[in-house]
């Protein structure tokens, strides 16, 4: 059965630094691969996703990530963090139901 | 262009009664998923409809959940005789096809967030 990893409950950065926010999966097969981001009471929002291709993938408000078979892990990253990315980010994986992680609280500081 | 639409946003129920959560998928989807979120936790899959059909139910309680999504109208989610631990955010998704035939991703709604006196 696939699972996903997210290893670090809370991420703390200072704004205007890199911010780097942890997935890893365990699937048979190709993996599809998604980040999410969660505000309070709110939906998820799509981010970015991986089907094939490139390994650095591109996405909304300034973030991608990599792609890494060999470590089987899809870490979200943003070259410099604003306090308005603070907000709780999912990784997932799956073509129909999706295999949430646990969720990373980004926590950027002023 | 209305999003995925969800209502009602808070739903308080008393032990023993039912729960009804509806879903609107963007439209022209016709795939639509159910997720749970306890707190401080991701999101689980629970049902995965098309119009008419139950495609995959795998992450459904065996009993007192239910869901459908009509040829009219919205999807459902029914909760019979609900419990304590039924206390929960529920989330809609859709998408225009199913992830099998197509990169696009999933669409989420605001989520119902259910109450349990």
């Known amino acids: 059965a696939q699972s996903v990893a997210q290893p670090e409950d809370q991420v703390n950065v200072a704004e205007g630094n890199p911010l780097t926010v942890k997935c890893t999966y365990s699937v048979s097969g190709n993996p599809y691969l998604f980040w999410y981001v969660q505000y309070p009471n709110r939906g998820l929002q799509f981010l970015l996703k991986y089907i094939t291709g490139d390994n650095l993938v591109k996405g909304s408000y300034g973030f991608e990530a990599e792609f890494n078979k060999s470590q089987t892990s899809f870490h979200l990253k943003k070259p410099s963090a604003l306090v308005s990315d603070s907000a709780l980010y999912f990784c997932a994986e799956g073509r129909r139901a999706l295999t949430f992680g646990s969720g990373t609280r980004l926590q950027v500081q002023p | 262009n209305a999003g995925v639409m969800q209502n009602p946003r808070h739903l308080v129920r008393r032990r023993g009664q039912e729960a009804r959560l509806r879903c609107s998928p963007v439209?022209?989807?016709?795939?639509v998923y159910w997720y749970r979120q306890l707190p401080e936790e991701g999101l689980k899959f629970m049902v995965y409809?098309?119009?008419?059909?139950?495609?995959?139910e795998s992450g459904m309680p065996k009993e007192r959940f239910s869901a459908e999504f009509p040829k009219e109208g919205p999807s459902i989610l029914r909760i019979q005789q609900v419990v304590r631990g039924d206390s929960a955010a529920y989330f809609c998704a859709s998408s225009l096809l199913s992830g099998e035939v197509s990169n696009q991703p999933q669409h989420f709604g605001d989520g119902t967030r259910l109450s349990i006196l």
């Open positions: 439209k022209g989807h016709s795939h």
């Open positions: 409809l098309q119009k008419e059909n139950i495609i995959d």
